[in-house]
């Protein structure tokens, strides 16, 4: 008989090793398949880690402490990750200390996923040609139903089928996939690019950091090292941060490579992630171009992955398993023996490190294209303010009505949504928070609503003080409903348009606002951080950063980075074909480092500054850190936890343990971290490993929650 190793969900215990069941029969089962089994008496989805052939099932009972039981069901016809992926998923569990079975869940689509009902695919009719003179006759041997008839009588179709030239087939609905078709660049590479290109060729590293200015014309180097390989016949993988930058990078790749191109983000449904992925799982299409979760499409034969805006945050993914995109972009790469390309003006620290000491191939871009980089103005707010402009700086609004006359766009970046963020009573002074939260309410105007950034709250503005009944209230602080507002009062003729959280809920809102402004429909967007990176708009001109040092006011080891990486980024977006461009960064801490090197683009200046705090702190790239947080609702339970795994931290001198320290709740969660820094991350893993497993916490109690290299620490 057949024993089965399954990792499965627990719903309530934090388990990572497989259980064994028994299975009956003849049936395939192999690694990489799901099953249904019974678990206490629950049935649960579970994912086959191996399947061995057991004679003496008696003395194999003998070694466990549970009964065997036998699997209930096979639900897959074959494995759903190829040995590379089901490895993958293990290297990755270990890496970032959590469950296999969350990181299987994580490489696949909703509609696979272990722990989902298994629901069957849309369904369509298929003809198969098995004449081969019927078959050169259609140019294809197979066909949908649909298309054939449309070339083909009803009258002629009965006849083939009956004369058995033809049969048909149902199958699992696919999404289209159109040809391979590659059209020339429209123009020759610059000398810089050319230089890039072949040694990026000629690199014996396999991984290698383009770092070139915004607009230096790192996209054209993507394009053509991609058609190199798609013409071997190989794949191609290509990574944006975000799903607002997708359609650019695809409207980019099809008109050079055609429709052979799949697609993968967070925008699309369930159906259409899975059909996605199965195009790509049978090599139906050869270029994909997605967000995080692309990096694990089933490749058969990976050729080339580039890492765009390779610093961005959203590589890293925010619940578990907290992987890191370029960690496993580079593993792939390993097993393919394939190159990775990390592209950006503003590499992490990190990257240019490993960059510098030649583990990576550096390769610099310090020219853009067309123009020379924009001219950039640092405007000290504190001054505008005492002079009554408290939004728009004079200077600022200046320009922009300079931009608005010549017929040129203007782009304004706020990171922060709504109308305000604070709202104070205007006679106690309380201010009104989150219920679930420590958190402020935001005002937004449009919907005359207050809500909560951090938990989606939402409830209406019409309220009176919750402490002195006073309906008098103060709004502080600007978000994008308020700069639109104040622009539009400026500029009455000016067509403005708002691309943030709330004005892009809808799908492919973000693909409608980007292509009117492209076709200059407006004249001003304002945004958030979405709009800062990536988009190459010719008629833009003027960029202005509000609130530009607000991210310093974060805890984070690693704000003056963001802060640094954010104006950078925003100001690229500037000037980037025939007319000069200009840059406005509003600030109050106008002397800061950080502020003064980004407004200059000073990336090695900034890097050299930037690495001394980390070396005196004792932080990444100096170290390699883990933060375990602790979350729950029984605030003494996790303070208990939280402190007992301190303690047992702190005992081990090889590690740096800090913390606890007790975090804002969140969603009527409390929390609390303990940060473990160490030069040797194998080390920590293992400590990290024997810890973790140890733990008998009811997981609705105490969640515990591994960071390995946190990306934010907020
Ligand atoms: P980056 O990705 O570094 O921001 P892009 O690849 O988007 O830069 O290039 C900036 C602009 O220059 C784009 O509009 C692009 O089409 C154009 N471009 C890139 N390379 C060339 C070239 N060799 N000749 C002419 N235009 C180019
Ligand atoms: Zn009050
Ligand atoms: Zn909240």
């Given at each position: 008989?057949?024993?089965?190793?399954?990792?499965?969900?627990?719903?309530?215990?934090?388990?990572?090793?497989?259980?064994?069941?028994?299975?009956?029969?003849?049936?395939?089962?192999?690694?990489?398949?799901?099953?249904?089994?019974?678990?206490?008496?629950?049935?649960?989805?579970?994912?086959?880690?191996?399947?061995?052939?057991?004679?003496?099932?008696?003395?194999?009972?003998?070694?466990?402490?549970?009964?065997?039981?036998?699997?209930?069901?096979?639900?897959?016809?074959?494995?759903?990750?190829?040995?590379?992926?089901?490895?993958?998923?293990?290297?990755?569990?270990?890496?970032?200390?959590?469950?296999?079975?969350?990181?299987?869940?994580?490489?696949?689509?909703?509609?696979?996923?272990?722990?989902?009902?298994?629901?069957?695919?849309?369904?369509?009719?298929?003809?198969?040609?098995?004449?081969?003179?019927?078959?050169?006759?259609?140019?294809?041997?197979?066909?949908?139903?649909?298309?054939?008839?449309?070339?083909?009588?009803?009258?002629?179709?009965?006849?083939?089928?009956?004369?058995?030239?033809?049969?048909?087939?149902?199958?699992?609905?696919?999404?289209?996939?159109?040809?391979?078709?590659?059209?020339?660049?429209?123009?020759?590479?610059?000398?810089?690019?050319?230089?890039?290109?072949?040694?990026?060729?000629?690199?014996?590293?396999?991984?290698?950091?383009?770092?070139g200015l915004t607009g230096s014309?790192?996209?054209?180097?993507?394009?053509?090292?991609?058609?190199?390989?798609?013409?071997?016949?190989?794949?191609?993988?290509?990574?944006?941060?975000?799903?607002?930058?997708?359609?650019?990078?695809?409207?980019?790749?099809?008109?050079?490579?055609?429709?052979?191109?799949?697609?993968?983000?967070?925008?699309?449904?369930?159906?259409?992630?899975?059909?996605?992925?199965?195009?790509?799982?049978?090599?139906?299409?050869?270029?994909?171009?997605?967000?995080?979760?692309?990096?694990?499409?089933?490749?058969?034969?990976?050729?080339?992955?580039?890492?765009?805006e390779?610093?961005?945050?959203?590589?890293?993914?925010?619940?578990?398993?907290?992987?890191?995109?370029?960690?496993?972009?580079?593993?792939?790469?390993?097993?393919?023996?394939?190159?990775?390309?990390?592209?950006s003006a503003t590499?992490?620290?990190?990257?240019?490190?490993?960059?510098?000491?030649?583990?990576?191939?550096?390769?610099?871009?310090?020219?853009r294209?067309?123009q020379k980089l924009p001219v950039s103005h640092l405007v000290?707010?504190?001054?505008?303010?005492?002079?009554?402009?408290?939004?728009?700086?004079?200077?600022l609004?200046?320009a922009?009505?300079?931009?608005?006359?010549?017929?040129?766009?203007v782009i304004l970046l706020?990171n922060?949504?709504?109308?305000?963020?604070?709202?104070?009573?205007?006679?106690?002074?309380?201010?009104?928070?989150?219920?679930?939260?420590?958190?402020?309410?935001?005002?937004?105007?449009?919907?005359?609503?207050?809500?909560?950034?951090?938990?989606?709250?939402?409830?209406?503005?019409?309220?009176?003080?919750?402490?002195?009944?006073?309906?008098?209230?103060?709004?502080?602080?600007?978000?994008?409903?308020?700069?639109?507002?104040?622009?539009?009062?400026?500029?009455?003729?000016?067509?403005?348009?708002?691309?943030?959280?709330?004005?892009?809920?809808?799908?492919?809102?973000?693909?409608?606002?980007?292509?009117?402004?492209?076709?200059?429909?407006?004249?001003?967007?304002?945004?958030?951080q979405?709009i800062a990176k990536g988009l190459d708009f010719?008629?833009v001109t003027l960029v202005g950063v509000f609130?530009a040092?607000?991210?310093?006011?974060?805890?984070?080891?690693?704000?003056?980075?963001?802060t640094f990486d954010l104006i950078v980024q925003a100001s690229g977006r500037s000037g980037r074909?025939?007319?000069e461009g200009e840059v406005y960064v509003q600030a109050?801490?106008?002397?800061?480092?950080g502020i003064r090197l980004a407004v200059r683009q000073n990336y090695?200046?900034f890097?050299?500054?930037?690495?001394?705090?980390?070396?005196?702190?004792?932080?990444?790239?100096?170290?390699?850190?883990?933060?375990?947080?602790?979350?729950?609702?029984?605030?003494?339970?996790?303070?208990?936890?939280?402190?007992?795994?301190?303690?047992?931290?702190?005992?081990?001198?090889?590690?740096?343990?800090?913390?606890?320290?007790?975090?804002?709740?969140?969603?009527?969660?409390?929390?609390?971290?303990?940060?473990?820094?160490?030069?040797?991350?194998?080390?920590?893993?293992?400590?990290?490993?024997?810890?973790?497993?140890?733990?008998?916490?009811?997981?609705?109690?105490?969640?515990?929650?591994?960071?390995?290299?946190?990306?934010?620490?907020?």
């Amino acid at each position: 008989m057949r024993v089965v190793s399954v990792y499965i969900e627990h719903p309530v215990m934090l388990l990572n090793s497989p259980f064994h069941y028994l299975l009956q029969g003849e049936d395939y089962l192999a690694r990489g398949m799901r099953v249904k089994v019974d678990f206490n008496g629950r049935p649960l989805v579970g994912f086959v880690d191996g399947v061995e052939e057991v004679e003496d099932i008696d003395a194999y009972q003998k070694t466990l402490d549970y009964q065997l039981k036998e699997i209930q069901e096979i639900i897959d016809k074959e494995p759903l990750l190829n040995d590379e992926l089901y490895e993958l998923g293990l290297w990755m569990s270990y890496q970032t200390v959590s469950p296999a079975i969350s990181c299987f869940q994580a490489m696949l689509p909703a509609a696979l996923k272990p722990s989902s009902s298994h629901k069957p695919a849309a369904r369509e009719r298929w003809v198969v040609i098995d004449d081969e003179e019927l078959k050169r006759e259609f140019e294809t041997k197979e066909a949908l139903l649909k298309d054939f008839m449309q070339k083909c009588s009803v009258y002629r179709y009965t006849k083939y089928r009956k004369a058995g030239l033809l049969h048909t087939e149902d199958r699992q609905k696919q999404a289209e996939s159109g040809q391979l078709r590659i059209s020339q660049a429209p123009y020759e590479l610059t000398e810089k690019q050319q230089k890039a290109l072949d040694d990026i060729e000629t690199s014996d590293r396999n991984v290698v950091l383009l770092h070139g200015l915004t607009g230096s014309g790192k996209t054209e180097i993507y394009m053509q090292l991609a058609q190199k390989v798609l013409e071997e016949g190989r794949q191609v993988l290509i990574l944006v941060p975000e799903i607002s930058l997708t359609s650019m990078m695809i409207e980019r790749f099809r008109s050079r490579f055609g429709d052979s191109i799949a697609v993968y983000h967070s925008g699309l449904s369930n159906t259409e992630k899975y059909q996605q992925h199965q195009l790509v799982r049978h090599n139906r299409a050869s270029l994909v171009v997605g967000t995080r979760s692309a990096v694990f499409m089933p490749f058969a034969d990976l050729g080339l992955i580039v890492l765009d805006e390779e610093h961005d945050n959203s590589y890293k993914q925010d619940s578990t398993p907290r992987y890191h995109t370029r960690d496993i972009a580079i593993k792939r790469a390993e097993y393919h023996h394939c190159k990775v390309i990390l592209g950006s003006a503003t590499p992490a620290l990190e990257s240019y490190a490993r960059a510098i000491r030649n583990v990576y191939q550096l390769i610099t871009l310090d020219e853009r294209i067309f123009q020379k980089l924009p001219v950039s103005h640092l405007v000290d707010m504190n001054r505008e303010t005492r002079q009554g402009n408290f939004i728009i700086s004079k200077p600022l609004a200046e320009a922009i009505g300079k931009r608005l006359e010549n017929n040129q766009q203007v782009i304004l970046l706020l990171n922060r949504r709504g109308y305000t963020p604070i709202m104070k009573c205007g006679s106690c002074g309380e201010v009104l928070t989150c219920p679930h939260c420590d958190v402020t309410l935001s005002y937004h105007k449009d919907e005359d609503k207050l809500v909560c950034h951090c938990c989606g709250y939402t409830t209406s503005a019409d309220v009176s003080c919750p402490k002195c009944g006073s309906r008098k209230w103060r709004n502080y602080g600007i978000g994008t409903q308020r700069l639109v507002e104040e622009t539009g009062r400026l500029y009455p003729k000016a067509r403005i348009v708002r691309m943030d959280a709330d004005s892009t809920a809808k799908k492919d809102s973000h693909r409608d606002i980007l292509e009117a402004f492209r076709r200059h429909e407006y004249d001003i967007l304002v945004g958030t951080q979405m709009i800062a990176k990536g988009l190459d708009f010719p008629d833009v001109t003027l960029v202005g950063v509000f609130n530009a040092d607000g991210p310093l006011n974060r805890m984070d080891y690693r704000s003056v980075e963001m802060t640094f990486d954010l104006i950078v980024q925003a100001s690229g977006r500037s000037g980037r074909k025939d007319v000069e461009g200009e840059v406005y960064v509003q600030a109050y801490d106008i002397s800061h480092y950080g502020i003064r090197l980004a407004v200059r683009q000073n990336y090695i200046a900034f890097f050299n500054n930037e690495m001394q705090y980390r070396h005196s702190g004792f932080y990444p790239p100096y170290s390699y850190m883990i933060a375990l947080m602790f979350a729950g609702k029984d605030p003494q339970l996790l303070e208990d936890a939280a402190f007992s795994a301190a303690e047992h931290f702190r005992l081990d001198e090889k590690l740096r343990t800090l913390g606890p320290s007790k975090l804002l709740k969140r969603k009527d969660e409390y929390r609390y971290r303990l940060v473990l820094k160490s030069t040797d991350k194998a080390y920590m893993l293992q400590q990290l490993w024997q810890w973790y497993d140890a733990q008998k916490y009811n997981r609705h109690q105490v969640a515990i929650q591994v960071d390995v290299d946190p990306c934010i620490l907020d």
